[in-house]
């Protein structure tokens, strides 16, 4: 790593640092109390600024830190930063996905005993491996990991895995409003296209669709839904869009934002419905929700346009732009920023004190995924609001 690049990083670094108070008060008492003192931590995470700032504070509680990033999204000044902390971190951005299975592997290999997950592909390669039972307990913090903890994983897990996303607090302050923020935000950056007018489909209305709809729709955008769970959708309907099938949506659509956490949700069928010129992103952690082997194999020619654009051709003379190859467009796309700082402060806040928990009382917790504690969901919520009155 050249000397440029972690100038930059710790450039970068000191900001987003100095912005994020919940975790300087966390990393004083965590320096003082060393709660994971001869505990290795293994880690899969988006690798940007925020994420270094947790790490640090695990650290700085006496955790041996492995980490690696998540595909696509992991920042290069990040990792050179980290790793002349004395942090060892695998990974860059241009990471094949077979590069990035490896990063997993060294991670596991190195065998940690405490797991900070985004995901679950530490998780799911520690039960594939048959070395779960040296693990004392994990964090997953995502949906799309939630879903595989109490899917295919379900009953294969001997230590408890607290689940970041099922906390209230995660799904308002991180989901819907910083989520939904930055995935405008980043759709907006990357392509120059106007949000006023122009017609969204949002395919899920979970916490992160709520919020992108709500961002999309303040902005001045024409917002529906794709929702296939009844209750949900209802929700929708009620809170003013128009809410139908993907089939019949598809055509009507000038964008189409994925934010299910399931894969194939935009697929063949769809993409012969689309209008010429319709551009496809993606939230959600995993880049299978918009079907792009499906995609490119319809095509008779996809032209790169830059690093996050690429115009998919058909022979019927259409075009449909994807963006971040499908990968999350907040992360992966071009100039990545992700969510909001203090969405991160709090949110990692979370991170930070359920592993804690998890180092000092694992043999308290059941096996398997479960929610943050309340005490701990209320906790962060009191320092959250005293820190936000703090500011005005």
Known sequence: MTSALVERGRQRLEWIRSRMSL????????AASRPFAGRRIGVAIHLDPKTAVLLEVLAAGGAEI?????HGSTQDDMVAVLREQGLVVFGRRDD???????????VLDAGPDMILDNGADLIAGAVERGIAGSIIGATEETTSGADRLRGELVDRIPFPVIVINDSPLKAIGENRHAVGQSVVESLMRITGLMVPGRRFVVVGYGWCGR???????????RV?????DDLTAFEAALDGYRVAPIGELA?????IITATGRPGVLGAPEFSLLESGTVLANSGHFDWEV????????AIRVVPVDDAIERVEFADG???VLLAGGRMVNLAGREPRGNSLESMDLGFLLQALSLERIARSAGELPAGAQPVPDDLNRLIARRMVTAMAASR
Do not use: C, K, M
Request: no cysteine; charged share 15%; aromatic share 6%.
């Open 211 to 221: 919020g992108i709809a709500q961002y999309l729709r303040a902005l001045g955008g």
């Open 23 to 30: 975790l300087a008060a966390a990393r004083e008492e965590f």
């Open 224 to 228: 529906a839904i794709v929702e296939i």
């Open 251 to 255: 055509g009507w659509a000038q964008t």
């Open 66 to 70: 492995v980490a690696t990033g998540n």
């Open 318 to 320: 259409r075009h449909v």
């Open 291 to 298: 079907d792009v082997p499906a995609l490119t194999a319809s």
């Open 96 to 106: 094949s996905i077979e590069q990035h299975r490896a990063n997993v592997s060294n």
